[in-house]
């Protein structure tokens, strides 16, 4: 079993940045691909980055340029730093390890 608990969200005026954490625990020699997923309200949850334990990353076209992620592997630790957020960047960020643990999620809100 693997436990991740996100930190970081928050409200900020567009333009503005935040970083999220997420920390993992538990059976953490098994994770591998860890991810930050969106969900806003009244759309589905949709992935937003994911970064392997190479450190290759991937992003949804629409915060390319904008977000990194990142992550420490000796702290078990992945992140999600968030430059010139825009309102639509609005939702809930979950962090995800291996498609399969999930964290309970932390509110980001971008106001105009």
């Known amino acids: 079993q693997v436990q991740l608990v996100e930190s970081g969200g928050g409200l900020v005026a567009a333009g503005g940045s935040l970083r999220l954490s997420c920390a993992a625990s538990g059976s953490i020699r098994n994770i591998g691909v860890m991810g930050w997923y969106r969900q806003a309200p009244g759309k589905q949850r949709e992935l937003v980055a994911a970064i392997s334990p190479g450190g290759s990353t991937k992003y949804v076209d629409s915060v390319k340029g904008r977000f990194t992620i990142s992550r420490d592997n000796a702290k078990n630790t992945v992140y999600l730093q968030m430059n010139s957020l825009k309102p639509e960047d609005t939702a809930v960020y979950y962090c995800?390890?291996?498609?399969?643990?999930w964290g309970q999620g932390t509110l980001v809100t971008v106001s105009e």
């Open positions: 995800n390890a291996n498609n399969e643990y």
